[in-house]
């Protein structure tokens, strides 16, 4: 797939990879589960640098300058809906509230669900911005499938969900018809937790899957901000 051509030349700033990568080296003469001891050994080492957005590396686009007003839409199937009826908002809510404290300029939920309704609830990319009015990018986190429970195992809790993460370009120029062109995407597929799963007697469904959607939320915000590199392995 082909992107518009980025900005003009900026200074050079950490990719993930390249700022991952010490990290990574001082996580390999430590034992399993011991993460988090060590990210503080590797923050020791070799500092805690800032590792730029999916986003920004594809687009060369840092929406956190809050240059730019962003929609975000969280989506999913009916199925998926109807067992968990509250996930949709939960996650359109988290991940927009993200979004602001990085500072990007966001579009109030209110008004995307409204958007939203006013074309059946469905995802339609034109119309959502047509109904926006002044936005630059839509971003949208297709939830394909969601479960909180080891299959066949309704008392061990392991979250998993996958999907599609995409950005919308709004062409608000006026030489248009303001188009609305695809400018990035990227696959989700996430675990929690990764090592095993948690027991029913440890804590309740409900706040399970809250936590589950708290480490979606961050999975899908750190797409479009950058973070340290501590905060990735949070």
Do not use: W
């Not at 700033?13 to 430590?30: F, T």
């Not at 007003?69 to 999913?76: I, K, M, Q």
């Not at 669900?113 to 959502?128: E, H, P, T, W």
């Not at 394909?144 to 809790?157: G, I, N």
């Amino acid at each position: 797939m082909a992107f518009p051509e980025t900005s003009p030349i900026r200074r050079p700033v950490p990719n993930r990879a390249a700022a991952i990568l010490p990290l990574a080296l001082g996580l390999l003469i430590v034992p399993s589960g011991c993460v988090n001891f060590g990210a503080m050994m590797g923050k020791m080492l070799f500092g805690d640098p800032q590792v730029t957005s999916h986003f920004q590396d594809k687009t060369g686009v840092a929406l956190e300058e809050g240059e730019h007003r962003v929609a975000f839409v969280c989506t999913a199937p009916a199925s998926t809906n109807d067992r968990f009826d509250t996930l949709q908002l939960e996650l359109q809510e988290e991940v927009s509230r993200r979004l602001r404290r990085r500072n990007l300029d966001v579009v109030r939920t209110d008004d995307v669900l409204n958007a939203m309704d006013s074309v059946g609830g469905k995802f339609d990319r034109k119309a959502i911005a047509d109904e926006l009015g002044d936005v630059d990018y839509i971003l949208h986190l297709d939830i394909e499938q969601f479960s909180v429970t080891e299959p066949a195992s309704p008392d061990l809790y392991r979250g998993r969900a996958s999907g599609m993460i995409y950005a919308y370009e709004v062409d608000n120029s006026g030489t248009g018809d303001g188009m609305v062109v695809q400018i990035f995407f990227r696959q989700l597929e996430s675990e929690f937790p990764k090592s095993h799963p948690v027991t029913s007697d440890q804590m309740s469904a409900r706040v399970f899957q809250r936590q589950f959607i708290d480490q979606l939320a961050d999975t899908v915000g750190q797409t479009f901000y950058s973070v340290r590199t501590s905060e990735l392995f949070q």
